[in-house]
Structure formats: structure tokens, C-alpha cells
């Protein structure tokens, strides 16, 4: 292939229950323990209606997902630059909570992206002024997540409460197929790279405010931030030879929206 052309990368725990007096022996140097001693407090402040024990939370979400960082960025014709745009967020997450504010959680997440070709295409000239003419086309970006973690949910009043979450687990991302035509003055190449999927960690942080509409039911506005780094390994045709393709992408992504909420075993 010309120089004048660069591909871009293909590129719980069990949480015991924390008692109102914790002694030393409770602490160690989790990450997820700490973040739940550091929200106590803040969940001091709440008029829960007193001993609620073992309730569970379904949301169902839908909403805007939003991409950052290098997944989203545009303007390198670089491995690293992904062209993602905005697109659908769809998910669910289910909430155990052992003692009033303090549970395990789980996030079922599908997130939709856009290719931005045209930024693409835009990249390539003026990334290279010996193109004379240059012609790229793509599908889109699927993201499935699912994660497991620490939650507290605390009431603020008869009718409001948040949710926080903290979560891991395990991405599965789709890359989009992707048709790239480039001409200079030694001709033109030509590139077809197939849809392929990529697997990876994945972290999910996320907060609600939820309206209660009744016992049973509530309503709430979200923003949940996403993280993978997939790996892919790409077999391409370029004519006249197969290639083969192999690296990881940084995804990340916002999503935010709306949830129905079905409050379990009041």
C-alpha cells in the first residue's frame, strides 16, 4: 500500500455487611472498600424509611451514548484515532441490597456507534497532500458489556433517591466494516476490512437520581461511564495479498439517559 495511507489500530466479591461501628480489622486496601467508606457518610444523610432489609432494584435503561477520548477522536489518520459517534445506549441493572443502603449489583449494557467516514476521508487528505482523491465508507461500532459491583442506593426524601455504582467485568466490542479507495500519482489502493470482534476488561461508574412514583416504581436520570481495550486481530484482502492486523483500541464512552425502575420486596 502507498505511504500515503496508514491504517489505524485494530486496535464479588462478596461485600460483608458494614456494620455501624467498623473496627481495623474490616479495613484493607481494596479500591471498592474504599469507595464505599468514603460514600458513608453521604449516605448517613438519608431518610431511608427505617429497616428495609433485602430489597432488590431492576432498572431498564435507554438513553444517548456518548464516545470519548480516542475512540472518538477524528483528524489523525493514525491506529489510534477510532471516528466513533454518538448513537443508542440500551442496558438493565439489578441491585440486591442486604441492609438499607449498601448491596451488590449487576449492568447488562448494548451500545450502538457511528463511524464517522467522512472525518476519515477528510483525514486522509490533509494528512497527505499527494492524495488526489480519496473515498472511505463504514458500518458501525457495537459494544456489549456486562459488570458486577458494589451499590449504594440511599433515600433523600419520601419521593427521591440516587444510586451509585462501581463495576468490572467483561466487554465484547464490534468493530464496524470499512471500505477505503485512496489515489495518488502511483495509482490507487484499495482496502476492504471486515466487521471483527475484539474481547476485553471492563470498568462501568455510574449515578441515578430517581423520582419515586409510587412504592413499587420510580423513574430516575442517569450517567454511566464505560471503559474497554479490546483486542482485535484483523485478516484482511489488499490486493494482490491477505494481511493480518493485530492490536488493541482504548473504547470509552458516556452514556446518558432515562430508567424504569421496579422496586422488589418492600
Not at 479500591?31 to 432488590?56: N, R
Not at 449489583?105 to 464517522?116: E, I, Q, V, W
Not at 423513574?219 to 493480518?244: C, H, M, R, V
Amino acid at each position: 500500500m502507498s505511504q500515503c495511507f496508514t491504517l489505524y489500530h485494530i486496535g464479588s466479591q462478596n461485600i460483608k455487611l458494614m456494620k455501624k461501628q467498623i473496627t481495623n480489622n474490616h479495613l484493607n486496601k481494596s479500591p471498592i472498600l474504599l469507595f464505599l467508606l468514603f460514600l458513608l457518610p453521604i449516605a448517613g444523610y438519608s431518610q431511608l424509611k427505617g429497616g428495609l432489609e433485602d430489597f432488590k432494584l431492576l432498572d431498564i435503561k435507554i438513553g444517548y451514548s456518548i464516545p470519548v477520548g480516542n475512540y472518538a477522536s477524528t483528524g489523525k489518520n493514525d491506529f489510534e484515532s477510532g471516528y466513533a459517534k454518538p448513537g443508542l445506549a440500551l442496558g438493565a441493572g439489578y441491585y440486591h441490597m442486604f441492609r438499607d443502603v449498601i448491596g451488590l449489583g449487576g449492568s447488562l449494557g448494548l451500545n450502538f456507534h457511528g463511524y464517522d467516514a467522512a472525518a476519515r476521508q477528510r483525514a486522509i487528505y490533509e494528512n497527505d497532500p499527494t492524495v488526489t482523491e480519496a473515498f472511505v465508507e463504514g458500518s458501525r461500532y457495537t459494544n456489549l458489556t456486562l459488570t458486577v459491583g458494589p451499590v449504594i442506593n440511599a433515600r433523600l426524601s419520601e419521593n427521591l433517591s440516587f444510586l451509585l455504582h462501581l463495576e468490572a467485568g467483561a466487554m465484547i466490542a464490534f468493530r464496524p466494516e470499512q471500505e477505503f479507495s485512496i489515489t495518488n500519482q502511483q495509482g490507487t489502493n484499495s482496502l476492504s476490512l471486515e466487521s471483527i470482534t475484539g474481547t476485553s476488561f471492563a470498568a462501568n461508574f455510574g449515578i441515578a437520581f430517581r423520582y419515586h412514583a409510587t412504592e413499587r416504581t420510580g423513574f430516575s436520570l442517569f450517567a454511566d461511564y464505560f471503559y474497554g481495550n479490546p483486542k482485535y486481530d484483523y485478516l484482511t484482502y489488499q490486493f494482490p495479498n491477505w494481511i493480518e492486523i493485530k492490536g488493541n483500541q482504548d473504547v470509552m464512552f458516556i452514556n446518558v439517559g432515562m430508567s424504569l425502575t421496579y422496586i422488589i420486596g418492600y
